[in-house]
C-alpha cells in the first residue's frame, strides 16, 4: 500500500510563491509517474503538472506553465511543486497522486493513488 502525505501548503500574497512536497511511503517510487492536481471550490479537479517516472519528463497545463515546475527527489521519495508569480485564481487544495505506470498522464483517472490534500490560498 502507498500513502502519498503533502505539505507546504499555506496563505500567500500574490505575487508571491510556495513549495509543496509529496512524500511517498509504502514502496519505491523512482519508476512511476506523479502528478499535482487542484480542486477550487465549487470546481472539477483539475490537471496541474506531472512527472514521468525514470527520466523525469514533465508536462504541466496551461496555466501552470511557466509559473509552476515539478520535480523529483527518487531518494527522498517526495515530488516538488515550486509556485510562483502565484496568483488568487490558483487558490485550491492541491493534490499529488501517484501513477503505476512510467508515463505521466494529465487524466487523473490514470493516477492510483492519492495524497489528502494541502490547501493554498493566495489572497489579491
Known amino acids: 500500500q502507498v500513502q502519498l502525505v503533502e505539505s507546504g501548503g499555506g496563505l500567500v500574497q500574490a505575487g508571491g510563491s510556495l513549495r509543496l512536497s509529496c512524500a511517498a511511503s509504502?514502496?519505491?517510487?523512482?519508476?512511476?509517474?506523479m502528478g499535482w492536481f487542484r480542486q477550487a471550490p465549487g470546481k472539477e479537479r483539475e490537471f496541474v503538472a506531472s512527472i514521468s517516472g525514470s527520466v523525469g519528463s514533465t508536462r504541466y497545463s496551461d496555466s501552470a506553465k511557466g509559473r509552476f515546475t515539478i520535480s523529483r527527489d527518487n531518494a527522498k521519495n517526495t515530488v516538488y511543486l515550486q509556485m510562483n508569480s502565484l496568483k488568487p485564481e490558483d487558490t485550491a487544495v492541491y493534490y499529488c497522486a501517484l501513477r503505476w505506470s512510467r508515463y505521466y498522464s494529465p487524466n487523473s483517472n490514470d493516477y492510483d493513488y492519492w495524497g489528502q490534500g494541502t490547501q493554498v490560498t493566495v489572497s489579491s
Open positions: 509504502g514502496r519505491t517510487f523512482s519508476s512511476y509517474a
